[in-house]
T-cell receptor
Framework: QKEVEQNSGPLSVPEGAIASLNCTYSDRGSQSFFWYRQYSGKSPELIMSIYSNGDKEDGRFTAQLNKASQYVSLLIRDSQPSDSATYLCAVKRVQGAQKLVFGQGTRLTINP | ETGVTQTPRHLVMGMTNKKSLKCEQHLGHNAMYWYKQSAKKPLELMFVYSLEERVENNSVPSRFSPECPNSSHLFLHLHTLQPEDSALYLC??????????????FGNGTRLTVT
């Protein structure tokens, strides 16, 4: 079982719709959860972090965490073509110095 | 200049060459990382330095040798690489203070091709 699993996609969403990206993790003791966006040929950039169960909203982005189900998701409202990128889910384990484990990423395409 | 800067951006090397990747951060962070990103695979953590001390070494082959002379600079020395080592090598930095770890800030990476 992979430590952090994401559907690699590609996920195609029409412009203006809600894009929903999902991630599951295997380490039940994980504490911190992050979503990074990576444009083609560029480095990952942090867009959301979440540490407790529930929803966290930041502009058009909402991160959702359910520790009982070991599931974290990212919703993008009013999707724009500029949101087309690969989205990486990352999970921090309890122990170790910033031992961040990444999923393989979901490639998202927003169609105009 | 701010952020995390990596040089070179692209590198092509033969299997018998020796080269080094350089990373510099201007964020005042105290931890630095090397990650490897291969096609269709998750980002793989290679090395972590916290306060210039190596604290993580994820079973990386000895042909990769990291060096962290101070908290702002990180190197990855390469020798006798294999074609399967071709990948994007990403440097990152963060603040580590006890139980607090800030999110990672990544550099733009070095695209390495081993021929």
């Amino acid at each position: 079982q992979k430590e952090v699993e994401q559907n690699s996609g590609p996920l195609s969403v029409p412009e203006g719709a809600i894009a929903s990206l999902n991630c599951t993790y295997s380490d039940r003791g994980s504490q911190s959860f992050f979503w990074y966006r990576q444009y083609s040929g560029k480095s990952p950039e942090l867009i959301m972090s979440i540490y407790s169960n529930g929803d966290k909203e930041d502009g058009r982005f909402t991160a959702q965490l359910n520790k009982a189900s070991q599931y974290v998701s990212l919703l993008i409202r009013d999707s724009q073509p500029s949101d087309s990128a690969t989205y990486l889910c990352a999970v921090k384990r309890v122990q170790g110095a910033q031992k961040l484990v990444f999923g393989q990423g979901t490639r998202l395409t927003i169609n105009p | 200049e701010t952020g995390v800067t990596q040089t070179p951006r692209h590198l092509v090397m033969g299997m018998t060459n020796k080269k080094s990747l350089k990373c510099e951060q201007h964020l005042g962070h105290n931890a630095m990382y090397w990650y490897k990103q291969s096609a269709k695979k998750p980002l793989e953590l290679m090395f972590v330095y916290s306060l210039e001390e190596r604290v993580e070494n994820n079973s990386v082959p000895s042909r990769f040798s990291p060096e962290c002379p101070n908290s702002s600079h990180l190197f990855l020395h390469l020798h006798t690489l294999q074609p399967e080592d071709s990948a994007l090598y990403l440097c990152a930095s963060s603040v580590n203070r006890g139980s607090y770890n800030s999110p990672l800030h990544f550099g733009n990476g070095t695209r390495l091709t081993v021929t």
